[in-house]
Structure formats: structure tokens, C-alpha cells
């Protein structure tokens, strides 16, 4: 008997160590190995940016998504760079930096956008796309009447075509680029420095008005620079800390307006539900993870287990602007939707451009959760179906100007399935789905017309589908 239990201890002892040592060869493969920044203090800002490009040509030691051709690409462009640093303006500099790391159009790598415009500057005004549109969502107090106005032109340029010139600095998709270009046009020095404006510091709006007014506003950076946040909540109307800390008086859109609206109300929850008319049910996820207060996989569960019990007759999974986080965390009962809702009931999955990362992962096993039963409505969400992400949130920072890259450590394929464990992030070849191409079933995405008067274009639609199927029964 002793041996017996000798060799069962034996055998666990074992079985645990492969085990332990899995997972810890599983959590260096998708750490980013961030190379040591060994540099001497720099004699002059020549220099300090000579080395900075010298430790940028080691982001392909973190970042794992480049071909073979984009890192020649990329290596051919810190040559052009270096070529120039004595030459360049900060603002060039930075774009500079951001064009090298936009090479593999990944849009989980590069430079961070929030903290790439923080580094510039910053008008007296926000903006966010809407698909009727640019408009001026967030201002100065004494811009308030700018506020909802669509821009027309931006230094005479249509921002729709302005935009997609932005792309060499911004990795993503099409969707992914435009939502996150208000802030280029918030930050002129990153346009002026990308050569598409031609003054840094200041530019002309040719702007509606909300009663249709045409006018033109001439305007000048701040003179106190205010730090900018994540896009997506440009159009919530709530003060955020950046603005109070920038001491300047900012206003947004009309709370009773916005919170009306299925998009804009509770701006303070990442996690929400509610009922809806004939029978139906709204989870709304403004990020996959919840908060300390309201963890996402308890939550949930919570939510599926009531609908477990009482099926709904449709359910509606809101992901619009949902930034990311775990989505193993969703991924048991995204799969399940079908189970959620009455025979024939539909389930609608909502997205946008600022659906991003584990939100649109969450999406893809909500669609193949759902089957026939689902309905992707909205907009396209911000990334394609292969695309490199893991990382951890990791990032390498150059040395001297402190500019951060997020580096991506795993590989994505939602249409086919991700088989390679080479590159594939290992989860995916373990629990992933393979959908097929995937495109939005009913367009609806947020109308600006329709969000100033607390009207929510995406619900809408999804609410007089299922009007018309209730009259049909």
C-alpha cells in the first residue's frame, strides 16, 4: 500500500510539474521579451533621438506580428528617420515614431494614440464620428455653440477624405482608423507634422450648426494642453479627469439628451442590463472584464442564469465602444446565447468602429453562439477577422523621449480557425470558433442627428425589427 501511494504521489508530483511548467512556457511565449535599454546619457537631443531609433529597431524582439517584408519596411524607415533628426520638430519626431510602428497595420501594436497626441497638442475642442458625420462633441466653455456642429471642412479639406491619410500612423482597419482619427484633428501639430495641414498651432472650421447654420470658426490651441482619453468616450456626456485636471472649463453634449439614448446611458457602468419591449432583454458591455465592483464573470452568469430560468423572447448583446479586456471571461456564455432566448427569438449583437479586441472576440462567440438565431447590427467593429493581439498590455518605452509601442505576442483568426501553434495564440487552437466571413446583417450605426435627441439609431432598428415580427404572430 505505501508504494502504491509513493507512485500515486510520484505521479502527481509529476503531473503537476508539466503542468506548472506549461503554463509557465505558455506565459513567457506571449509575454513580450522587452529588450534592455543600455544607453549612455546622451550629449544633445541628436543624439537622444539617434538612440531612441537604435532601441526602436529591437521592437520586433517584443511585437511578433512582422512579415518578413514589413520588417524591411520598417528598418528602411528608421534609415529615413535617422536621416533626418536634426532637422525634425518634436511633432515630426513623434509621428515619426508612430508611422514606424504602424508598419505591420496592426492595430493592437504601435504607438498609443492617447499617449502619442498627449505628447503634442491639443484644441480648444473634441470631435468623434458619427455616420452622418465629424462633430464637435466637447469644447471650452467659451466654444459651447460649437458644440454638435458637423465640420464640413477642416482647413478646407472634407475630413472624410482627410482621414484615410492618416493611415501610414495608425495601425487597424478602415473602422478602427476613422473612429480614432478625432483624435488627429483634435491634436493639429500630428497633422501639420504628417504634412496634410499647413500651420500646427492653429486651422479653420467650416461648420453646420445644429439648426443647419453654415458658418466658419477660426480656432488656436489650448494654451494649457488637455490630456486626451480613450475616443470612445468623447461622446458620453460626462466630465472626465483630464479635463478637470487641465483647468479649463469643458462642456459636452446635453446629459439629458445622450443618457436617453441605450448608447449613452449610465456612462459610470461598464456592465448594465434591462427589459425590453415585447419581451426582449439588453446586456450592455462597455468592456470585457466589469470592474472590483462588478466583475464580469459573476455578473454574466447572474444575467444568463435568470434567462436560463425565463427565456427571452430576443436578447440584445450592446458592444458598441467596448474596449476590451479577458474574453475567456465571456466566452462560456457567449457561446450559449441559444439557450437564452424563447424558440425562433433572435439575438442581436450590436457593435461599432470602438468595438476592439476581446470585445469583438466576445462578439464572434456571441455569432457563433447564437447561429442561425443571430443578427450583427451596427457598424463594422474596429479590427478584421485576423489580427495580432495578447501582449499583456505590455509596452516598450524609448529611453529618451519616453514614447511607448504596445507589442502583440498571439496570432487571431476568426474565419478559419487558428491551427498554427506557432503563432497562433494557443487559447484560439484550444477554444476558438471558426465563423466564415462575417458582415453586419442590419446597418444601424449612431446617427449624430439622432443622438442629440436622445434617440439611439442602433437600438431603433433592432427594436422596430422586432416590433414587425410581433405584429406578424
Not at 456612462?267 to 446586456?283: E, I, K, S
Request: glycine share 10%; proline share 5%.
Amino acid at each position: 500500500m505505501k508504494r502504491i501511494l509513493l507512485i500515486a504521489l510520484g505521479i502527481f508530483v509529476l503531473v503537476s510539474l508539466l503542468a506548472g511548467g506549461g503554463f509557465g512556457y505558455f506565459m513567457w511565449r506571449f509575454t513580450p521579451q522587452i529588450p534592455e535599454a543600455n544607453y549612455p546619457e546622451p550629449a544633445n537631443l541628436t543624439e537622444a533621438r539617434l538612440q531612441d531609433l537604435d532601441y526602436l529597431r529591437r521592437y520586433p524582439e517584443a511585437d511578433l506580428s512582422f512579415s518578413e517584408g514589413q520588417l524591411a519596411a520598417f528598418n528602411a524607415w528608421i534609415d529615413h528617420l535617422e536621416a533626418r533628426v536634426d532637422t525634425m520638430t518634436e511633432a515630426e519626431f513623434v509621428m515619426g515614431v508612430s508611422a514606424a510602428g504602424a508598419v505591420t497595420e496592426n492595430g493592437h501594436s504601435g504607438v498609443s494614440v492617447g499617449r502619442t497626441m498627449n505628447r503634442l497638442n491639443s484644441l480648444p475642442v473634441r470631435f468623434a464620428w458619427f455616420t452622418d458625420g465629424l462633430h464637435i462633441v466637447r469644447a471650452h466653455g467659451d466654444y459651447a455653440d460649437l458644440i454638435g456642429a458637423r465640420v464640413v471642412r477642416y482647413e478646407g479639406q472634407d475630413p472624410l477624405a482627410l482621414y484615410p491619410r492618416m493611415d501610414p500612423y495608425f495601425g487597424g482597419n478602415d473602422a478602427f482608423l476613422r473612429q480614432n482619427s478625432a483624435s488627429f484633428f483634435a491634436a493639429p501639430a500630428s497633422l501639420h507634422a504628417a504634412g496634410l495641414i499647413d500651420q500646427p498651432d492653429r486651422l479653420s472650421l467650416d461648420l453646420v450648426g445644429m439648426e443647419g447654420e453654415a458658418f466658419t470658426q477660426s480656432l488656436q490651441v489650448e494654451d494649457r494642453a488637455t490630456g486626451f482619453f480613450g475616443v470612445q468616450r468623447n461622446a458620453i456626456a460626462q466630465l472626465y479627469d483630464p479635463e478637470v485636471e487641465s483647468g479649463h472649463d469643458w462642456r459636452f453634449l446635453d446629459p439629458a439628451m445622450t443618457e436617453a439614448t441605450w448608447f449613452g446611458r449610465h456612462p459610470d457602468r461598464a456592465l448594465w442590463a434591462d427589459t425590453l419591449d415585447h419581451g426582449g432583454v439588453y446586456w450592455r458591455m462597455r468592456n470585457v472584464f466589469g470592474n472590483e465592483a462588478t466583475p464580469l464573470p459573476g455578473w454574466l452568469e447572474d444575467q444568463a442564469q435568470a434567462l436560463r430560468d425565463t427565456p427571452a423572447a430576443f436578447l440584445v448583446l450592446d458592444l458598441r465602444a467596448n474596449e476590451g479586456g479577458d474574453y475567456t471571461r465571456a466566452m462560456g456564455v457567449a457561446q450559449s446565447l441559444g439557450e437564452l432566448v424563447q424558440p425562433g427569438g433572435r439575438i442581436y449583437i450590436l457593435t461599432d468602429g470602438n468595438t476592439f479586441s476581446a470585445g469583438i472576440v466576445t462578439a464572434y462567440y456571441a455569432l457563433y453562439g447564437a447561429g442561425d438565431q443571430a443578427v450583427l447590427v451596427g457598424a463594422p467593429m474596429g479590427d478584421d477577422m485576423q489580427f495580432w493581439a495578447e501582449g499583456g498590455g505590455t509596452s516598450m518605452r524609448l529611453p529618451n523621449s519616453g514614447i511607448r509601442l504596445w507589442a502583440s505576442t498571439g496570432y487571431h483568426d476568426w474565419e478559419n480557425g487558428c491551427t498554427d501553434w506557432s503563432p497562433c495564440f494557443w487559447i484560439n487552437i484550444l477554444f476558438g470558433v471558426a465563423l466564415g466571413p462575417v458582415e453586419v446583417d442590419l446597418e444601424a450605426p449612431l446617427r449624430f442627428s439622432d443622438y442629440a435627441r436622445g434617440v439611439d439609431s442602433g437600438m431603433a432598428a433592432i427594436l422596430a425589427a422586432e416590433a414587425e415580427r410581433a405584429g406578424a404572430n
